[in-house]
């Protein structure tokens, strides 16, 4: 029996951009035991929205929560409200949010995938990663107007149109990104120096994923079919505009990794679909109802499962709004998935987790 060491890792340190603490317990350069700390910031975000901004303002609120998926938390909120109002958003305005949601979810990914590069040592392919990536930002700004941020959803429908020559542009741009894409795909599966750090890391089973409710890319990369998308045809028809779910067996970074790739693929498929089929209709159903009961959603941010809830009592101020996001139901898997790898793999690791402490603190 080796001796054993305890090695903090976080709340700042240069391979974790979040204010998240691990604590590892290590013999031999094992890690053996693992704790986590990811209190250490409070936002009082939701207390905000339920005292300070009436509830058609929230949306814009919530976009905050959160940089890398704004859409996704504008739009679960603006969803929760619209039924909180008893209102069916315009057609059109739902094939816009899946636009911005899936342009976001090539953004999120690419970002996560560069960090898991720069964290494993391979420099050049981080470059590479964040100067593909760069695309879809410069997307997100013509569809928008920011690349952060967006403020695209609100209660009723979308703030903007999709105007023709930003449709052509995106279009142009996606044959483009294809061959890119492939690049990246061939070199994180086949790339002899990635593939030794991350294959056999941070693997969890199928069956840990399900005991520690996994969700998002985390969750697929074990085997199993858990997608949101998949299940709320009834707010977004996904499965209308080419919707599927990659799902991969291995559990590790390595399976992690091409999870993303290949959901990549499948968002610009709907990317496609919708400009496509775009609908004509208005953008925003228009009501004077103030939000009455509790309701519910469930949206599929790029990291996974985002729930929202919210109470309404016939005011413009809301009663309760809730907020669980993705990384909050991953942690116990997170530090499940540690244990019996080198202390050394730990950067890479925490990439391919993708964790994001300000959606968790609200």
């Not at 350069?29 to 693992?34: G, P, R, V």
């Not at 039924?83 to 059109?92: A, D, S, T």
């Not at 703030?159 to 449709?167: E, G, I």
């Not at 929202?308 to 996001?325: D, H, P, V």
Request: glycine letters at 6%; one cysteine or more; proline letters at 4%.
């Amino acid at each position: 029996m080796g001796k054993q060491y305890e090695i903090p890792l976080g709340a700042q340190h240069v391979s974790l951009l979040e204010p998240l603490h691990f604590k590892f317990t290590t013999e031999n350069e094992k890690i053996i035991d693992t704790t986590a700390n990811v209190f250490y910031v409070h936002r009082g975000i939701e207390e905000a929205c339920c005292s300070k901004f009436k509830f058609r303002q929230v949306s814009f609120v919530v976009g905050r929560v959160c940089g890398l998926c704004s859409i996704s938390h504008s739009t679960a909120y603006s969803q929760v409200a619209e039924k909180l109002v008893k209102i069916e958003i315009p057609r059109r305005a739902k094939y816009l949010r899946m636009l911005v949601i899936e342009l976001d979810r090539i953004h999120s990914h690419m970002l996560c995938l560069s960090h898991v590069a720069e964290n494993a040592g391979f420099e050049a392919l981080f470059m590479k990663t964040m100067q593909y990536r760069e695309f879809v930002m410069e997307m997100l700004e013509a569809v928008c107007g920011n690349r952060i941020q967006y403020d695209f959803s609100i209660v009723g429908g979308v703030a903007r149109d999709l105007k023709p020559q930003v449709s052509k542009m995106i279009l142009e741009r996606l044959k483009k990104f294809k061959p890119q894409l492939d690049e990246l795909v061939d070199i994180f599966s086949n790339n002899w120096t990635l593939a030794l750090k991350s294959k056999g890391a941070g693997a969890i089973t199928k069956e840990d994923a399900l005991r520690l409710d996994v969700v998002g890319p985390f969750a697929r990369a074990t085997g199993l079919a858990i997608d949101v998308r998949n299940e709320t045809e009834d707010l977004l028809p996904w499965k209308e505009v080419g919707f599927e779910i990659v799902t991969k067996i291995g559990g590790d970074v390595h399976v992690r990794n091409l999870v993303r790739l290949h959901e990549l693929y499948i968002s610009m498929r709907i990317i496609e679909n919708v400009i496509a089929g775009l609908p004509e209709s208005e953008l925003v159903t228009e009501t004077k109802a103030f939000p009455d009961g509790e309701a519910v959603i469930r949206l599929e941010a790029p990291r996974g499962e985002l729930f929202y809830y919210a109470k309404g009592n016939k005011t413009q101020i809301l009663e309760r709004l809730k907020i669980k996001a993705p990384t909050f139901s991953n942690i116990p898997a997170m530090i499940e998935a540690f244990k019996g790898n080198e202390y050394g793999s730990a950067p890479a690791i925490i990439a391919s987790y993708d964790p994001c402490l300000s959606c968790t603190s609200r």
